[in-house]
């Protein structure tokens, strides 16, 4: 790829996309096509009506990608909106992530809140769950979903952008991966080697290899579990 | 389409690898998007597997996958052209591709010393249609024809290529697959290949002769 090639949007402005080395937009910018980087940074908030590859892409803001992203590491500070698929070694999200089909990761971080229409599948997946999570289905290796805790921030948030998603909570379908920890999980079929299941979990059904642990809060409740 | 399917849990227990494994599989395309069939059952919803394809699959890639990296793997899997140019001696000495189904492209295309590897991908198709008798010589030229002309407009696509006949007259086919065609009654299929799992096998054969 051709260096010192940047594309910069300061204030408002709008590209039709290509090729580029540093992408950067403050203020608001719009990219009518597909683009290709090797840093995309987002400070403000982006429309990219195309699909994006870049080795690494940061949002501090608000994005709306219509098409597909592919990189190698996507970092969400702010709230993210993906009309495709994403396929990145490393998603950190901090913030609001929402992508309409599948999400192919090697290491999938969460700590805020995510909805994937699709199928979430990372050989790690590392989720706190602050705000509403939710997937259609999960798969992968190493699966664990924690509380992150934070009442107070949640409210405050809450009183700022009424209307987002913030009961703290994991929703899916089905959850399958070799080790799974969870806490504050809704499913319908949780399948793995070994299954631990923490508080404030939901699960209609359990099937394990290896090892099962439920804990005994009251806040969790496990209607079948059997051993495959 | 395909009635005999095998579920997710069934495979597992059948082959003996692990969720995660599978999850990697998928994510490396090793095992391609379509297989995955989502049924609603009484449990809700499941995901299936074509049995034949997954089954050998899976096998394919144990076997392999001690000796390549799994980003080899899904090179060697994917229906996509691999980026090889093979000089005309080395794929003689090869023995991949007789010497008929050579003088056939070279009567079309002229002498070439190297081949590239969409090249060898049509000698490979025509030569396994003109092995197993299904085609003659002249349909070979037709086929060949076919797939000069069309085949980059259904790259790293599945498809089938059919020759049919009909009332002695005989023409080709390329369809992206999977679809169902239906002919007349007149119509006879002399020869259908699928092109991805053509694509594989000849992968796999030039691995084996140290090429490619």
């Known amino acids: 790829m051709e260096t010192g090639n940047d594309l910069r949007i300061n ?102 809140g995510f909805t994937v229409g699709g199928l979430l599948n990372a050989e790690k997946i590392d989720i706190s769950v602050y705000a509403q999570c939710k997937a259609r289905e999960i798969g992968g290796e190493e699966i664990d979903v924690r509380f992150g805790g934070g009442s107070g921030i949640r409210k405050f948030i809450g009183s700022l952008f009424p209307g987002l998603p913030l009961n703290p909570v994991l929703i899916t379908d089905s959850i399958e991966g070799d080790d799974i920890y969870l806490e504050n999980t809704t499913a319908k079929v ?14 209609d059904t359990v099937e394990y290899k290896n090892s099962y642990e439920k804990n005994s809060d009251a806040s969790t409740s496990v209607n079948e579990s059997r051993k495959i | ?83 090889v140019n093979i000089s005309r001696e080395t794929l003689k000495s090869s023995g991949i591709i007789s010497g008929a189904a050579t003088a056939i492209f070279d009567e079309l295309a002229g002498e070439q010393d190297t081949f590239s590897f969409t090249s060898i991908l049509h000698l490979y198709l025509l030569d396994k249609l003109l092995q197993s008798g299904e085609i003659s010589g002249d349909e070979g030229k037709v086929l060949l024809k076919t797939l000069d002309e069309n085949f980059s407009g259904l790259e790293g696509k599945n498809c089938d290529v059919i020759v049919i006949r009909k009332l002695g007259a005989s023409s080709c086919i390329l369809v992206s697959a999977p679809n169902q065609i239906f002919f007349d009654t007149n119509t006879k299929v002399a020869g259908r290949l699928n092109v991805a799992s053509s694509i594989e096998e000849l992968k796999a054969k030039l691995a084996n002769a140290g090429i490619g």
């Open chain 1, 11 to 112: 204030g408002l402005g709008s590209s039709s996309g290509g090729k580029f080395d540093f992408v950067q937009i403050n203020g608001k910018g719009d990219i009518t096509g597909d683009l290709e980087c090797r840093e995309l940074q987002i400070n403000g908030f982006a429309r990219l009506e195309g699909n994006v590859k870049a080795d690494t892409i940061r949002v501090s803001g608000k994005s709306d990608f219509r098409g597909t992203v592919t990189g190698n590491r996507m970092i969400i500070d702010g709230m993210s909106d993906v009309g495709g698929s994403v396929n990145v070694e490393t998603v950190e999200n901090r913030g609001m992530l929402r992508i309409a089909k599948d999400c192919d990761a090697e290491s999938f971080s969460s700590q805020g």
């Open chain 2, 1 to 83: 389409m395909e009635n005999d399917l095998i579920s997710k849990k069934e495979l597992l227990d059948l082959t003996g690898i692990s969720y995660g494994q599978l999850y990697r599989w998928k994510r490396k395309l090793l095992i391609p998007e379509e297989w995955f069939i989502r049924k609603s059952t009484f449990t809700g919803q499941e995901t299936f597997f074509p049995r034949d394809k997954i089954l050998s699959r899976i096998e394919k890639i144990k076997n392999m996958k001690d000796d390549a990296s799994l980003d080899e793997l899904a090179d060697m899997l994917s229906p996509n052209p691999a980026d």
């Open chain 1, 190 to 203: 949780v399948r793995g080697q070994n299954v631990k299941i923490g508080p404030g979990c939901q699960i």
